[in-house]
């Protein structure tokens, strides 16, 4: 069998979660259109979609909202530890650690069933957006509000990022369709990983961990906060011609753009690119969407390159007020939808993951001892 450098094209699994198809630029979730889904459907359906397999019903939908709402404090040990974190941490960093952290203080620790790990990823669920947003009021020296249980995933980060204040209607929407399309991405980097370290039968809280770390790097999760980073320094629409030709004549890659999949547009860019164009009006400030357009416009002219998920995303966190560095924890709020309906779905017909290398090094030398190296 040769290489596949990077796995490409390589069929790991068997799923019956996600289709993404590369080519005619669709993302499914559970036999569900991305359209459909942003369109019509909440982040808590989706979860429940992804778990269970199908749509809840009314009662099995406020069941998961409850869950959520119940659950979404995180234990007194884990909010002291953080206070004694360094300022500076990584958002990302912080995430990984409290995360890994939350496995001692889990009910079900120890459990390893699909019971026990649809308990666990609900907690989980609802706890990580409590660590993103507690970080940012902890070291900005913000106030640390009680989560309300009938807050949604999104109107309850928000409330909680702000300390406190309800978040408006406009905001909580396109916050929530983000989370939707964000939730699921069939066998990404992070999900791999996730799904390798459950085939050990290690816990739900390592796997998620693992997935954590996976997602920062800036090849994956790390590209919309890349993106607003470009946005800034360009600053306005008159400099991005001669900003981005540089970029292409000194080979720097265009963060947002290009994907292992996607041989056309990615179908999330659609709805976050519409989503960044109808907040810039709302606040009456266009140029990052404009900035944005036109960036896509001559990656497409010049290196035939589309935009995905990580490029509109940047601008939209942007103008809902939410600092850079949070970008990627949003991503990781939502895919922990998806990274939990994957760890499920592998525990249910486990083999360990274990593949092979193909070794290219020497096999016939001889021990020299120290001395006579
Ligand atoms: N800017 C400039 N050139 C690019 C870009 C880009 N963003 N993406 C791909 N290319 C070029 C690349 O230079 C290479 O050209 P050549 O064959 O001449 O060397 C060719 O396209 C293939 O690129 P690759 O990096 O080998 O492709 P890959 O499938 O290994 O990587 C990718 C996919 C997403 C890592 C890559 O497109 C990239 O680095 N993009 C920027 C980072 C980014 O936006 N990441 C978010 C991905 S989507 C959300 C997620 O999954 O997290």
């Known amino acids: 069998m040769p290489v596949k450098r990077g796995l490409e094209d390589v069929i790991a699994a068997e799923s019956s979660i996600c289709k993404v198809d590369g080519n005619k630029g669709r993302l499914i979730y559970r036999g569900y259109d991305i359209d459909d889904l942003a369109e019509h459907s909440t982040f808590e359906e989706v979860v429940y979609l992804l778990w269970f397999g199908r749509l809840p019903d009314k009662a099995e939908l406020e069941k998961l909202h409850k869950e959520l709402g119940a659950n979404r404090r ?3 040990e884990v909010v002291k530890m953080m206070k004694q974190w360094p300022k500076e941490a990584v958002p990302m960093e912080v995430l990984r650690t409290a995360t890994s952290m939350l496995s001692m203080y889990d009910a079900d620790s120890h459990e390893n069933d699909r019971d026990a790990n649809v308990r666990k990823a609900t ?3 609802a706890q990580l957006p409590t660590i993103v947003a507690y970080w940012d009021c902890i070291r900005s020296n913000r106030e640390l509000v009680d989560p309300k249980p009938d807050h949604s995933t999104a109107a309850s980060f928000l409330h909680l990022l702000h300390s406190g204040k309800e978040p408006d209607e406009v905001s909580v ?6 989370l939707i399309l964000h939730a699921e991405h069939e066998l ?3 999900t791999f990983a996730a799904r390798v370290a459950a085939a050990t039968l290690t816990d739900m809280h390592s796997a998620v961990t693992a997935a954590i770390g996976t997602l920062k790097g800036p090849l994956h999760g790390g590209a919309n906060q890349e993106v607003i980073k470009m946005l800034l320094e360009i600053g306005e629409l008159s400099k991005v011609d001669s900003y981005i030709k540089k970029m292409f004549e000194d080979h720097k890659k265009l963060m947002g753009f290009g994907h292992r999949v996607y041989k056309v547009q990615d179908p999330r860019a659609f709805h976050l690119r519409k989503m ?3 907040l810039g009006r709302g606040a009456g400030e266009t140029k990052w969407y404009e900035m944005s357009a036109r960036i896509e416009e001559l990656a497409k002219e010049e290196k035939g390159l589309n935009c995905n998920v990580d490029f509109y995303s940047a601008s939209v966190y942007y103008m809902l007020g939410i600092p850079r560095d949070l970008f990627t924890p949003i991503f990781a709020i939502s895919r922990m939808s998806g990274w939990a309906a994957h760890i ?3 525990l249910e017909d486990n083999r360990l993951i274990r593949p092979e290398g193909e070794y290219v090094g020497k096999t016939d030398l001889k021990y020299v001892a120290i001395e006579q190296r």
């Open 173 to 178: 929407k396109s916050l929530d369709v983000a």
């Open 344 to 346: 499920l779905e592998q």
């Open 276 to 278: 960044s164009d109808k």
């Open 123 to 125: 907690r989980l669920t």
């Open 74 to 76: 995180i234990p007194e």
């Open 188 to 190: 990404n980097a992070s």
